[in-house]
């Protein structure tokens, strides 16, 4: 209570500084403490917890180029003492999603729009069948069977369309809200990373002290072990993943595989996720041999397959597990699982959990003697 109150409304009320506590009453003290602790710190995770990810996300941009910021600070210090650097750095990573998204974006609405032509032609002549069919290898003849039974008549063709556009109302109503989440939950990223950039030493400052108090000296360990789960899973996953796209990208182009830009984007994305880079090859493939090319359709499958089988199996393990000893098959469960888990985030949360559980089992099993492990 203040002490402006009058006394006559605290007549018997003595201070809490003059009060000494017992022990069983200190004990319950510090339980009310800790019960009051959790209930605020679960109401204010409750409340923010639509943009929970977009924090996490956040953090780990933070935490993937922050040696290069640190890098900048100590060139340019006049700059990093205010919000010149860190606007700077923030505006370049928004730039390095903003950019391929709008190339895939406009090569969409291109795409969309022959797309509707070609749709308005087929209500009314229907889709002849395309001569690569009969280019095939094999099976040729029962192909074009089915096409000219399910798509030359425009009648049939109308009516298997008229389902579709029924369906693609609500389909493009989804991906609508879909689409304005993301890019809310994107700008709320951004800006998160522009706060941690601005206050990333007081943050790093604050995480060590209550890691301390919590957990003693083996928190920190624990932190580190995670920070570096997660520089590797970033050079691990993004950067070999752009590196895959940038390859497949340039074998696209020898091929004449159609938007070989666009497919080579497609390919680096999904290249990110272990074992999916294949679905982007075969798609691109089997447009190749639509075209008639049949031996470029097989060469492109065959670099495709040496490319990701070489990255997945030697390069990522070597990037992710080696900074932070975390054998293959830890890496692979944390990467999966957590894109199972936690959607696109859980390729970072993942291996950051496994290499963190890693630690402390290697703590448990062989105590202070890391080399014995």
Not at 9 to 38: H, N, Y
Not at 157 to 181: C, E, F, I, P
Not at 196 to 221: H, M, N, P, T, W
């Amino acid at each position: 209570m203040p002490d402006s109150l009058p006394s006559q409304f605290l007549p018997d009320s003595p201070r809490c500084s003059l009060i000494k506590p017992s022990q069983r009453s200190r004990r319950g003290q510090e339980m009310a403490r800790t019960v009051l602790a959790l209930f605020i710190v679960v109401v204010a995770v409750y409340t923010i917890q639509g943009f929970l990810p977009a924090l996490a996300w956040g953090s780990v941009f933070a935490i993937a180029t922050w040696p290069l910021y640190t890098r900048a600070c100590n060139k340019w210090p006049h700059a990093a003492s205010g919000t010149l650097l860190p606007l700077l750095f923030t505006a370049a990573m928004a730039l390095l999603f903003v950019i391929p998204l709008t190339l895939v974006t406009l090569e969409a609405v291109g795409e969309a729009q022959s797309a509707l032509e070609w749709v308005s032609h087929a209500r009314e002549y229907g889709v002849p069948v395309p001569d690569a069919i009969h280019r095939l290898p094999f099976g040729s003849s029962a192909i074009s069977k089915w096409w000219e039974a399910h798509l030359s008549d425009p009648r049939d063709l109308s009516g298997m369309l008229g389902n579709l556009d029924s369906k693609g109302v609500a389909v493009t109503r989804a991906v609508g809200s879909q689409v304005a989440h993301r890019a809310t939950l994107f700008c709320f990223s951004i800006l998160t990373l522009f706060f941690l950039y601005k206050d990333g030493l007081s943050v790093i400052r604050q995480c060590r002290v209550v890691s301390c108090r919590a957990f003693g000296k083996r928190g920190e360990s624990v932190g580190r072990q995670i920070v570096a789960s997660i520089h590797g899973s970033v050079q691990g996953l993004v950067l070999v993943g752009i590196g895959e796209g940038l390859l497949l990208g340039v074998v696209y182009v020898f091929a004449h595989a159609p938007h070989p830009a666009l497919f080579g984007v497609i390919t680096a994305v999904a290249a990110m996720i272990p074992f999916c880079a294949m679905i982007a090859v075969g798609l691109v493939s089997l447009l190749i041999l639509v075209q008639g090319s049949s031996v470029a359709a097989i060469t492109t499958f065959c670099i495709g397959a040496v490319i990701i089988f070489t990255a997945d199996h030697f390069i990522r393990p070597a990037l992710i597990g080696g900074s932070t000893k975390l054998p293959f098959l830890w890496v692979l469960l944390g990467i999966l699982g957590g894109a199972e888990t936690w959607g696109l985030i859980g390729l970072f949360i993942g291996p950051a959990a496994m290499a963190a559980l890693n630690l402390l089992w290697c703590r448990w099993a062989y105590g202070n003697n890391p080399k014995a492990s």
